[in-house]
């Protein structure tokens, strides 16, 4: 990055507040932890919700937003004193599995050549173990072949076709995991990437409705966090990738430190969205040392968001200095405080304390 670059960037992080000035030291404040509305923050600061506290820890599971069932179901078995991992892993299977989700598992959106390749890790508290499988085809279920990962080999991560072997010999069968919908859409995008091919658009009404997706390159994935009412924590996280990404493109969902990472002592953060500046900063790693040396979960989490935020390179930034992607994450603390965190306003995460399964929002840098 050039100096210039990174003065006027400084610049304007002290005009927005966000960096070394009143508004930012503010969020990093010990603050009251009841209720969950949003604060106020002075203009151009980012909105605080405060975290949320129990006192008595779990059972707590927080997911990213397409993961109002996933927190549902990793709750009622928690409930049931099922481990906190198992509990994850069970409520992000019902998205790998759903059709309708294109960016996780079966249906998710496919690589540049038209073939699904999933990324998924997970991370057990109490034995500080893990596992992750990257550009996994054919197995609809990636989060189980990374926990097997863990369980029945002593290594951490398995790739491609390694992955697939592995997943085979332990009697996962392999499926076509590309569905209709998400093949139309590839094909979409496929036909406007050049006029100069003899790829010709498709002119329908469905055409033009699929092209609007294919232009926001949709990012997705599932993450959960589970802390059971024991203290222990599990986490998983899974996905598709990127749309349209270049084969054998890896994330960060299953990179330990990046997509998530648990610390059965502090706490456990998981993150979705552009996962090369999650790689570039190993942000869930970050949000729960930050915990850990004091933060709540939501203002580790934006800490992480504004230290992309410096970090992103001159070619992803839009005019006004804002990068063009998003980021976000979601935590939790041993005590049972959670919170996210998101680049730009307008993400939200699903969460259940033990009361019911709901949406909030996640705090944000970026109107
Ligand atoms: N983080 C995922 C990846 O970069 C994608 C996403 O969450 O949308 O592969």
Same mark, same amino acid.
Request: some cysteine; aromatic content about 6%; overall charge negative.
């Given at each position: 990055m050039?100096?210039d670059?990174? /003065?006027?960037r400084?610049?304007?992080?002290?005009?927005? %507040?966000?960096?070394?000035g009143?508004?930012?030291?503010?969020?990093?404040?010990?603050?009251?932890?009841?209720?969950?509305?949003?604060?106020a923050?002075?203009?151009?600061?980012?909105?605080?919700?405060?975290?949320?506290?129990?006192?008595? %820890?779990?059972?707590?599971?927080?997911s990213?937003?397409?993961?109002?069932?996933?927190?549902e179901?990793?709750?009622?078995?928690m409930?049931?004193?099922?481990?906190p991992?198992?509990?994850?892993?069970?409520?992000?299977?019902?998205?790998e599995?759903?059709?309708?989700?294109?960016?996780?598992?079966?249906?998710?959106?496919?690589?540049?050549?038209?073939?699904?390749e999933?990324?998924?890790?997970?991370?057990?508290?109490?034995?500080h173990?893990?596992g +992750?499988?990257? @550009?996994?085809?054919g197995?609809?279920?990636? @989060?189980?072949?990374?926990k097997?990962?863990?369980?029945r080999?002593?290594?951490?991560?398995?790739? %491609?076709?390694?992955a697939l072997?592995?997943?085979?010999?332990?009697?996962?069968?392999?499926e076509?995991?590309?569905?209709?919908?998400?093949?139309?859409?590839w094909?979409?995008?496929?036909e406007?990437? @050049?006029?100069?091919?003899?790829?010709?658009? +498709?002119d329908?009404?469905?055409?033009?409705?699929?092209?609007?997706?294919?232009?926001?390159?949709d990012?997705?994935?599932i993450?959960?966090s589970?802390?059971?009412?024991?203290?222990?924590?599990?986490?998983?996280?899974?996905? @598709?990738?990127? +749309?349209f990404?270049?084969?054998?493109?890896?994330?960060?969902?299953?990179?330990?430190?990046a997509?998530?990472?648990?610390?059965?002592?502090?706490?456990?953060?998981?993150?979705t969205?552009?996962?090369?500046?999650?790689?570039a900063?190993? /942000?869930?790693?970050?949000?729960?040392?930050?915990?850990?040396?004091?933060?709540?979960?939501?203002?580790? /989490?934006?800490d992480? /968001?504004?230290?992309?935020?410096?970090?992103t390179?001159?070619?992803?930034?839009?005019?006004?200095?804002?990068?063009?992607?998003?980021?976000?994450?979601?935590?939790?603390?041993?005590a049972g405080?959670y919170?996210?965190?998101?680049l730009?306003?307008?993400?939200?995460?699903?969460i259940?304390?033990?009361?019911?399964?709901?949406?909030?929002?996640?705090?944000?840098?970026?109107?």
């Amino acid at each position: 990055m050039s100096r210039d670059l990174r /003065c006027s960037r400084r610049a304007f992080f002290r005009e927005s %507040g966000l960096a070394g000035g009143v508004a930012w030291l503010a969020l990093r404040e010990p603050r009251a932890v009841s209720g969950a509305q949003p604060t106020a923050g002075p203009k151009g600061a980012p909105a605080v919700r405060p975290s949320t506290a129990r006192a008595a %820890g779990g059972p707590v599971a927080i997911s990213s937003a397409n993961g109002l069932a996933a927190v549902e179901k990793a709750m009622g078995l928690m409930q049931q004193s099922v481990d906190p991992l198992d509990a994850a892993i069970a409520g992000v299977n019902l998205v790998e599995e759903d059709p309708n989700d294109t960016s996780v598992g079966y249906g998710g959106l496919p690589n540049e050549e038209g073939v699904v390749e999933l990324d998924a890790a997970v991370m057990h508290g109490p034995t500080h173990r893990c596992g +992750a499988v990257a @550009s996994l085809r054919g197995i609809k279920y990636p @989060s189980r072949v990374a926990k097997l990962v863990m369980e029945r080999t002593d290594h951490i991560l398995l790739v %491609g076709e390694g992955a697939l072997r592995f997943a085979r010999a332990h009697g996962f069968t392999e499926e076509n995991l590309l569905t209709d919908k998400a093949r139309e859409i590839w094909l979409r995008w496929k036909e406007t990437l @050049s006029d100069k091919d003899d790829w010709l658009p +498709a002119d329908d009404e469905v055409a033009q409705a699929l092209r609007e997706q294919v232009k926001k390159r949709d990012t997705g994935t599932i993450h959960l966090s589970a802390l059971d009412a024991a203290g222990n924590f599990g986490s998983v996280t899974t996905t @598709s990738g990127l +749309a349209f990404k270049i084969p054998g493109r890896v994330g960060d969902s299953p990179i330990i430190g990046a997509g998530l990472y648990t610390d059965n002592e502090v706490g456990s953060c998981g993150s979705t969205g552009r996962g090369e500046a999650n790689l570039a900063n190993l /942000c869930c790693y970050q949000v729960v040392e930050s915990m850990r040396h004091g933060m709540s979960p939501q203002e580790a /989490c934006l800490d992480v /968001c504004r230290r992309i935020a410096e970090h992103t390179h001159e070619k992803r930034l839009l005019k006004d200095g804002k990068p063009d992607f998003n980021v976000s994450f979601y935590a939790i603390n041993k005590a049972g405080q959670y919170g996210g965190a998101a680049l730009h306003k307008g993400v939200n995460f699903a969460i259940h304390d033990g009361t019911v399964a709901r949406h909030e929002q996640c705090a944000f840098l970026f109107e």
